[in-house]
């Protein structure tokens, strides 16, 4: 086991991989909440109590917060998924007992300032006005609200202008109080650092904290959306999103679905990428990807390109959705994708940041968080297997098309 998990005595998860060569510790406090339990009249709430966390405790201000990290050299951070929030504080290994008592009393003792809800929400504004005006990020949020129509799942994360203008204090108290201390609660730590330092500080300082018994809201099963939407903006070039919905970070063919995306368009020697970019000559920007949480997710391709060329683009698309599900895999390719994945996964794990962010991400899901598990089953993945989730997921027939065009052509 390349980590070591243990237990607070009310059953908080501490997972600790010791990196004696390390110059820094990571800290990470994990909660299973995110955007999904926003109210459907509330959304971007999950999002706006993670920026309310720093506004200041009882003990810090929200510019001592900032103030005390940098003294100690150290970078915090938190960010808000659709299943998840963290809060994350990394610094210089001798720093790491000032760095948990900041941390811990950014998430325990929140004061949410009254005076301070109108001033975030500006700020929150603002972001999502700044995240609209990112041709990709645009075209993804209103991807997601086609393809999970009538689910949470196609709420963004930020919300809009709208549906932040709705939230007050109350909101934010009561979404803290409701969700930050139930039972997906996780620690996870990375670095230079023994688990006999730390863990007496955890338990001093959350081994008595009870438990929140809330569940999580239903979601009703929303319809499969199959269809074609444009979108026109003051951009250059187009922007083209073909995609389907896909099984979720439990599923067992998570893995052998990765392996696939690395054949079908994840990297440079990829089927969509070698004929739309290199054979062809119709985009610079050519990529696939499988987007994935807790319960669902989304199969994606992605391409930047001129806006005449989307037609031959998208017949490119769907005739290599149909090979990949009718014709098995070379061993070729499949030796490639399998050990391109591999090398890449393990590149992104190098450092304790890195190392750390992967382990309280599927730590605080409830799924397998060693790393050299995953690696060794990615080199299980057969070509039958590729096939198989190609054509579980793949269906030329039945896909969502979205495209971010120039304004001034109305045309495909």
């Known amino acids: 086991m390349s980590f070591q998990t243990y237990y607070l005595s009310n059953g908080i998860p501490v997972y600790i991989k010791t990196i004696p060569t390390s110059f820094k510790v990571c800290i990470d406090i994990l909660v299973g909440v995110g955007s999904q339990s926003d109210p459907s009249d509330q959304q971007g709430l999950a999002h706006f109590v993670e920026h309310m966390m720093f506004r200041g405790t009882n003990k810090r201000d929200y510019k001592q917060i900032s103030i005390d990290t940098l003294k100690i050299g150290g970078f915090l951070n938190a960010y808000t998924e659709r299943d998840t929030t963290t809060y994350a504080l990394d610094v210089p290994y001798r720093q790491w007992e000032n760095a948990l008592d900041i941390l811990l009393d950014l998430y325990l003792h929140p004061l949410f300032p009254a005076h301070d809800i109108d001033r975030e929400r500006s700020i929150i504004q603002e972001e999502i006005d700044m995240y609209n005006d990112i041709p990709g990020e645009f075209l993804m949020d209103r991807f997601m609200e086609i393809l999970y129509e ?32 139930d039972e997906t609660l996780t620690i996870s730590i990375a670095g230079r650092i023994e688990a006999d330092e730390i863990l007496p500080i955890l338990e001093a300082k959350l081994g008595k904290r009870k438990f929140t018994q809330t569940p999580k809201p239903a979601q009703a099963e929303s319809k499969i959306i199959k269809g074609i939407e444009r ?144 690696l060794a089953l990615i080199q299980q993945v057969t070509a039958a297997d590729v096939q198989r989730v190609a054509a579980r997921m793949l269906d030329p027939d039945n896909y969502l098309f979205t495209a971010l065009l120039p304004q001034e052509k109305k045309k495909r």
């Open 150 to 181: 009538g689910h949470a799942m196609a709420h963004p994360i930020l919300g809009t202008r709208q549906s932040i203008a709705t939230i007050g204090r109350d909101d934010v108290q009561g979404f803290y109080e409701r969700w930050y201390f």
């Open 231 to 374: 979108y026109h903006r003051e951009v250059d070039q187009a922007q083209l999103l073909l995609g389907t919905r896909a099984p979720g970070l439990e599923d067992p063919d998570r893995l052998p679905i990765q392996v696939m995306n690395a054949i079908l368009g994840g990297n440079e020697i990829s089927r969509l990428f070698q004929r739309i970019r290199e054979e062809e000559g119709l985009a610079y920007a050519v990529d696939s990807s499988h987007e994935a949480w807790l319960g669902s997710g989304c199969f994606v391709v992605s391409v930047g390109l001129d806006h005449r060329k989307i037609d031959d683009v998208e017949k490119i698309i769907v005739e290599e959705w149909e090979r990949i599900r009718r014709d098995p895999v070379s061993d070729e390719e499949l030796t490639v994708a399998r050990n391109s994945l591999e090398g890449f996964k393990i590149m992104g794990l190098e450092g304790a940041g890195a190392y750390n962010a992967h382990m309280g991400a599927m730590a605080v899901r409830g799924l397998p968080a060693d790393p050299e598990e995953e």
